[in-house]
């Protein structure tokens, strides 16, 4: 654990410039061999890298440049999924169609390559086994294999320990389970929209699983990200997190990363009930929003933040990642400039509060 006061982290993605973008498309249409696209990716890791060091954060991750999107990355490594079978919210996402199978590393190969390559501390990025059910189990094609969505669940848990476990002997210094699902639901026509009957339910199921998968994990700090999604810049869903406040004092985590930037999370006063044995990782960044916030928006949000969480406890990152798959189009150079009046905003309030 990072012992300076207000570290700075990424969520995970960076925008992908374009033609990163295409190499990532034409490998997925088998246009270009995985270890092709590989060999020319590594030179765009160092830049991302780069970029990450030049902003200031006191953690990186790849960006997730190699990645079609931060949830399919386990259907392209894991064995049992079809391709595009599932269109859900507007994209094409696998489904799964026979039992799973670990059978090679997830991103431990993301990790490897970036822990030669830098100093500062490294974040990797899992997606959550509910997020992994719910967005890649199709009632028709899935059943065969699985009966239901839980099912799908709870096999995704052991493939999760076992590569945070692999994680860790390769260098990262944080994993982040993404679960932005927890978030969403807070957000009736949400609820609506996917057939959620019986949300208590549901949210403990989430929080169970992500307590399932880290269970006695060491030697790794853990984190667990929560978001209303978003595309194009404009948020899946909105509203304020009250409901899924108690549901966060039983998640075992070290970490709690939510957007409090962006309006659609309905303010910061929620924080009231944020749980007190463990870190908020705090939105202070609004990825949306086109303007570059100055160092002294991110001072203010941090500050109303501190009047419900002790400054021991607050880690900045941007709300959400930048880009969470290759199709959602975003500025790099816009989230350069962000990053860095995040950690200039950090450095500020070091001088300050230390
Ligand atoms: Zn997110």
Known sequence: ?????????????????????????????????????????????????????????????DGEWRRESYVKVFADRVRGFRADLNPSGGLPYPAVVEPIEYYRPLVVDEIHYIRGRTQRRIKATLPAPYIIGRRMWHPEHSKAAYPTCEQLMTDCVPILRQEIELLREAGADTVQLDEPWLSTMV?????????????????????????????????????????????????????PYDLIMP????????????????????????????????????????????????????????????????????????????????????????????????CQAASLLREKYA
């Not at 339910?201 to 984190?223: P, S």
């Not at 309905?266 to 916030?293: K, M, T, Y």
Request: with cysteine; glycine share 8%.
């Open 1 to 61: 654990m990072s012992t300076t006061l207000f570290p700075t982290t990424v969520i995970g993605s960076l925008p992908r410039p374009a033609w990163v973008r295409e190499l990532i498309l034409d490998r997925k249409d088998g246009k270009i061999s995985e270890e092709e696209t590989d060999r020319l990716l590594d030179p765009t890791i160092e830049s991302a890298l780069r970029l990450q060091e030049r902003a200031g954060l006191d953690e990186v991750t």
């Open 187 to 239: 957000d009736p026509d949400f609820r609506e929209r996917e057939g959620v009957s019986d949300v208590q339910y549901e949210m403990d199921r989430c929080v169970d699983l992500i307590n399932q998968t880290l269970d006695g994990i060491e030697g790794i700090d853990t984190g667990m990200h929560l978001c209303h999604a978003h595309f194009d810049r404009a948020h899946g869903t909105a509203g």
């Open 247 to 342: 549901k966060l004092a039983k998640v075992r985590v070290g970490t709690i990363s939510m957007e409090y930037a962006t309006p659609v999370a309905g303010g910061l006063a929620s924080l009231a009930q944020f749980p007190e044995n463990v870190r908020l990782g705090l939105g202070c960044i609004d990825h949306c929003d086109r303007q570059v916030e100055t160092a002294e928006d991110v001072i203010a949000r941090v500050e109303t933040a501190m009047r419900y969480v002790d400054k021991e406890r607050i880690t900045l990152h941007p709300d959400c990642g930048f880009s969470p798959s290759v199709q959602n189009p975003m500025d790099l150079d816009e989230a350069y400039l962000k990053l860095k009046a995040m």
